[in-house]
């Protein structure tokens, strides 16, 4: 069931804007030439906009993601996944919708149709000027930015990751397209389906986790940034091609992470950080841009 919330200050002068989409249906846009970008055209260090860079635009929103990927400041995109109730895929973080729209309730009340009248609540601290949205579909997103630049999916829940996999590759889009999982089961199940995998762990985890058991399938080890040395190099030395550290906010964490061997960057802040060139002694500083 959804619940209203009451409408104050940002709430009851928020305009609903409609988004205008470029949707493809699976077919191939212009701009990709002979194929779409994937992974491999990545920098030796990127930089990933968490939830499209959620300290500086409205977390999973179009907007944000759209304007993280024109100011270039990142190289991936990054958002999350929940599954409606008639199985439709959307781009939310929460289980419920009370904290980021203006309504309650489960997102798994909802079917597509009820979908349409969510709107996101941007946050009063955040920099700039944004109006309310709807919160997209997993299938917009992937029409929109698909082949155009690598993104990184949390399967938030598992039973849509089937759904995912066929929106992924009815758009050819298997080899520019990270799902992110915590659950080392899934990320297998993941693999097995043909797909990228992007495995999170936590601080907590990673503190007896043995990352070595995970090289065969997993492609992206997403790795807490607030997690001891030792783990993180434990983690670096696990064979797993890819080791980004997440949620990095400062560049003080960024030049630590990538001092103990971490390639990757999963960041809320990417425009503070391309201001900030990292300086990691015996590396070659690395600054985002496309």
């Not at 493809?24 to 968490?50: K, M, N």
């Not at 029409?143 to 039973?159: H, Q, S």
């Not at 992007?198 to 985890?205: D, E, G, K, M, P």
């Not at 550290?245 to 802040?269: E, F, K, S, W």
């Amino acid at each position: 069931m959804v619940t209203s919330v009451a409408l104050t200050g940002l709430a009851a002068v928020a305009s609903v804007v409609s988004l205008t989409l470029t949707g493809h249906g699976g077919g191939r846009p212009l701009e990709w030439g002979a194929g779409p970008l994937t992974v491999d055209s990545l920098p030796r260090v990127p930089y990933a906009a968490h939830r499209g860079g959620a300290r500086e635009v409205p977390e999973n929103s179009m907007s944000g993601l759209m304007a993280a990927y024109r100011r270039g400041t990142a190289q991936v995109l990054d958002f999350d996944t929940r599954v409606l109730r008639d199985g439709t895929p959307v781009v939310f973080h929460d289980a419920t919708l009370n904290r980021t729209t203006f309504l309650g309730g489960e997102v798994r009340g909802l079917d597509a149709g009820e979908w349409r009248g969510v709107r996101l609540r941007p946050r009063d601290r955040l920099p700039g000027s944004w109006r309310s949205e709807r919160p997209p579909t997993v299938a917009e997103v992937l029409d929109r930015f698909g082949g155009r630049i690598v993104l990184t999916l949390e399967a938030k829940d598992p039973r849509g990751v089937d759904r995912l996999a066929a929106l992924i590759r009815a758009r050819g889009l298997t080899r520019s397209v990270f799902v992110n999982t915590n659950d080392p089961g899934v990320a297998l199940r993941v693999h097995r389906m043909g797909l990228l995998t992007q495995l999170w762990r936590s601080a907590r985890q990673l503190r007896t986790d043995r990352p070595e058991r995970w090289r065969s399938y997993v492609d992206l080890l997403d790795v807490d940034v607030k997690a001891r040395d030792a783990d993180l190099r434990r983690a670096v030395r696990s064979g797993i091609p890819r080791v980004w550290a997440h949620t990095v906010v400062t560049p003080a964490q960024r030049d630590r992470a990538l001092a103990l061997g971490c390639n990757g960057v999963i960041t809320d802040a990417p425009g503070r950080l391309a201001r900030h060139p990292a300086r990691v002694p015996g590396r070659v500083s690395a600054a985002p841009g496309r």
